[in-house]
């Protein structure tokens, strides 16, 4: 039996080929933690990004940098996790309706990206339909074949390039593959606000998430209509009532996986689930779970064993993250689940070791996140605080965390 509570879930490794400004923004960012982080706190435990996207420093907070339009630096509440491999980089600009591409990684503050993907300039920001327009996109993918994935949240669709754009010219031109019809039904193609994506060993794996399911494609599909292989947090392709047993889900939204585990943020039951082998059949139930001490409880605080709002999950296949978006927060786990209940070895965008703190933005840890502090930067950003973190993804020696709320990406240690 749901043990649910009335709060809102949610809406909508090596260094390689890194550039060696970065990597002394790196280094210099080992020795800002080292010495409490740089923050008003004093608190040796701060996390530390050493890199900001989006804005020009870490204390702006404003939609498109405070200006009218977009710019090629700039985001606007950016929801889920970025895509990379670590060479290149694309980031869903979510209320913005585009992705922008960095075809290097970014290696400064602010660094303008050079294309866009459903715009067709920079500073343009409408919605649309057609195949070279996006709405409201959450997440972007990169699969270790070069393919380009975009979940297009508003269109109920997900979008694929065999090969990712890294040039104006080639982001002007139709996704290879679309999948989803653009109806929000439940048959074995339909998607209603799908918010993650990704591509593994050729398998397309997908959060369906307000039909409380995920989606496995076993082999990359090429048509729109190319029903679904099997289906987790449902029994069948035409159901998607929420639930919260080890076969259910509520609201899912972000998936990882590396094709020989599964991880899935499932956001409305306030855990994580965990296969520690890829799930074959429709479905098939969670090994694990994150977040709660067993199956069919749901239940939120803010702990190191517990969650508020997990959005977003990485893993680089022996560690995981999640982007707890209720608690201002992303937690690491040292290692993959053996149990139900794991609890987080490290916190960031709070400077607490006790796992406890949640306001956002909280730069002196008051719990407070309106500007009534005149000693201390209450309510403004830093290098080290979140605002409603809703994606993480490890990839090149760098954690990216889309801090949504402050409508910017930043750029960590893992």
């Not at 893993?315 to 982007?323: I, M």
């Not at 992303?330 to 006790?354: H, I, R, W």
Request: net charge negative; aromatic share 8%.
């Amino acid at each position: 039996m749901r043990l649910r509570r009335a709060f809102a879930a949610s809406s909508l490794s090596v260094r390689r080929l890194m550039p060696k400004s970065a990597l002394a923004l790196i280094a210099s960012a080992s020795l800002l933690t080292a010495c409490g982080g740089g923050g008003g706190s004093g608190k040796i435990d701060w996390q530390t990004a050493f890199q900001v996207i989006g804005h020009t420093d870490f204390m702006k907070t404003s939609t498109n940098d405070g200006q009218s339009t977009p710019q090629g630096y700039t985001l606007a509440t950016p929801f889920g996790n970025v895509g990379t491999d670590g060479t290149k980089l694309y980031v869903a600009d979510t209320a913005n309706n585009r992705v922008l591409v960095w075809p290097s990684i970014p290696n400064t503050n602010g660094q303008a990206a050079t294309v866009v993907i459903g715009q067709t300039d920079l500073t343009s920001k409408s919605s649309g339909t057609t195949s070279t327009k996006l709405s409201s996109p959450s997440t972007a993918f990169l699969s270790a074949s070069g393919q380009l994935v975009v979940a297009d949240t508003g269109n109920n669709r997900v979008l694929i390039w065999n090969t990712a754009p890294t040039t104006q010219a080639q982001a002007n031109t139709a996704p290879d593959v679309i999948v989803g019809d653009g109806g929000s039904g439940v048959t074995g193609h339909t998607l209603n606000g799908p918010t993650s994506a990704i591509i593994v060993n050729n398998k397309l794996i997908v959060c369906d998430t307000y039909n409380n399911r995920v989606l496995v494609w076993n082999s990359v599909p090429t048509s729109t209509t190319q029903d679904a292989s099997i289906v987790l947090g449902q029994a069948s392709f035409t159901t998607n009532g929420d639930d919260d047993d080890a076969k259910s889900m509520f609201q899912p939204n972000s998936v990882w996986s590396d094709g020989a585990q599964l991880l899935v943020a499932d956001t409305g039951n306030y855990r994580v689930l965990y296969w520690r082998t890829f799930p074959q059949v429709t479905a098939g139930p969670a090994t694990n779970v994150v977040g709660q001490t067993d199956f069919s409880r749901s239940t939120y605080s803010t702990s190191a064993s517990t969650f508020v709002s997990p959005t977003g999950v990485t893993s680089d296949g022996a560690q995981f993250w999640v982007a707890d978006r209720g608690s201002n927060r992303v937690l690491k786990f040292d290692s993959m689940p053996a149990s139900n209940g794991l609890s987080a070895s490290l916190v960031y965008g709070q400077g607490d070791l006790s796992f406890t703190s949640s306001a956002a933005n909280d730069d002196n840890q008051d719990g407070k996140t309106d500007n009534d502090d005149s000693d201390q930067k209450n309510g403004a950003a830093t290098e080290h605080t979140l605002n409603g973190p809703t994606g993480v993804y490890v990839e090149g020696g760098v954690l990216y965390i889309t801090d949504r709320s402050n409508s910017r990406v930043e750029m960590y240690i893992p």
